[in-house]
């Protein structure tokens, strides 16, 4: 199936995405729309999480590779099929070129986490690693591309990959009729173009709101220009959305049919990672969980029913135990203390025994008595402490403060 080149009025393009969602039969899983329920009561409507994260392969990409691999003439299958991604996209290329029994080559970063590059070994594509970030990687797939005769396939700037992820909004409508507002990821824009095709066509009362990161948001400069505009330097947690430049063909899209674009910070991301964790059982990635970061971030704003697209799951171990403590630390879940106190025998006893009453429970405790900053009476202690919540942190520094002891911070 392909698509035209240029992106049409969207009533015109539903049949292309109704097309995919038939072609994705028996390939791509109907996900889970699972409720959440602490969600729901922040927003004071209902909340439903499209689980994206338990698609094959760990995210929505496999859906837009399939479709836009199984265009391709039987010439250009022949010659094999070329992708530069860090996770998500490399790995959906590589199911769908197995599946279709064409071959695939995949550029990745050098610094690609090991598992991602395992995976996408274990879906059948040869793995090249190449470059030190996406850019440099993105170029040499584009060079191979040109000197071998394989068909590059983008990540978002495609009508075909467009319409396969499209699918996800015919799937929320079906199963979430009276849905009232979508959030969703948006890194290079094909995800969210496709998903508002869908929606906005059988539903144009659905509001739907994209989300940045903070450190990589190329969608609201972009906008406000009226043409896509690159960043110089895109730095954020959530590889997934972590574009510089909006695509083209999906920029077009989301200008006429997306109605906000929303960023939010790094301690959001993790915030909502965390949450997605300990309150649905569910592992997302920092991307995936971009639509909870809005939600928590300003949860009045959204009108319910809502759907919380959860775009993937695929996070390295490594840096999910990193994101967590930032997650429990945003969450004030951590606490980390400097105090003076009297150089003298039982005194860290003493504090020990005032941060049980208060139920703090110490994680790491560093105890200095010769430093020259200090009086000659004087020790000083750093503490990282494991809390329950802010007021609980509040709680734990006044009751040190009654105590007697000298918090500096």
Do not use: W
């Amino acid at each position: 199936m392909s698509f035209r080149t240029t992106a049409p009025h969207p009533a015109l393009i539903l049949d292309d995405v109704r097309g995919a969602q038939k072609m994705l039969s028996g390939v791509a899983r109907v996900t889970a729309l699972e409720g959440s329920r602490h969600l729901t009561e922040l927003v004071g409507s209902p909340v439903h999480l499209k689980c994206e994260n338990l698609q094959r392969t760990g995210s929505f990409k496999l859906r837009g590779a399939y479709v836009r691999i199984s265009g391709l003439t039987p010439v250009e299958r022949a010659a094999g099929v070329v992708a530069a991604s860090a996770g998500n996209h490399a790995q959906g290329v590589a199911l769908a070129s197995s599946l279709l029994g064409v071959r695939s080559t995949v550029f990745m970063p050098v610094g690609a986490p090991l598992p991602k590059v395992a995976a996408t070994r274990e879906y059948g594509a040869e793995v090249r690693l190449h470059g030190q970030v996406v850019d440099e990687t993105l170029a040499a797939a584009q060079r191979y591309a040109e000197e071998t005769g394989a068909v590059f396939i983008h990540p978002f700037d495609h009508p075909d990959i467009i319409a396969g992820q499209g699918t996800v909004g015919l799937e929320i409508l079906e199963q979430c009729p009276e849905v009232r507002t979508i959030v969703l990821g948006i890194g290079g824009g094909g995800f969210a173009a496709g998903v508002a095709v869908a929606v906005k066509a059988l539903r144009p009362d659905v509001r739907i709101v994209g989300v940045q990161a903070e450190g990589a948001a190329c969608y609201p400069p972009s906008l406000a220009a009226g043409h896509p505009v690159s960043l110089d330097s895109p730095a954020t947690m959530a590889d997934g959305i972590k574009v510089g430049r909006p695509g083209d063909v999906p920029f077009a899209l989301i200008e006429e049919l997306v109605d906000e674009v929303r960023t939010v910070t790094e301690d959001e991301l993790s915030s909502a990672l965390l949450l997605c964790l300990e309150r649905a059982k569910l592992v997302v990635e920092p991307a995936g969980a971009s639509p909870v970061a809005a939600l928590l971030s300003d949860p009045k704003a959204f009108r319910g029913p809502v759907v919380a697209v959860l775009s993937g799951g695929n996070v390295d171990p490594l840096l999910m135990q990193r994101i967590l403590r930032h997650g429990m630390s945003a969450a004030g879940r951590y606490l980390s203390l400097r105090l003076r106190l009297t150089d003298r025998p039982g005194a860290l006893a003493a504090l020990l025994a005032a941060l049980t009453v208060a139920d703090a429970n110490v994680l790491d405790i560093s105890h200095v008595r010769t430093d020259p900053r200090l009086g000659l009476t004087e020790a000083e202690v750093d503490l990282h402490l494991e809390t329950k919540g802010p007021q609980h942190c509040a709680e734990v520094e006044a009751a040190l403060r009654a105590a007697g002891f000298r918090v500096m911070g």
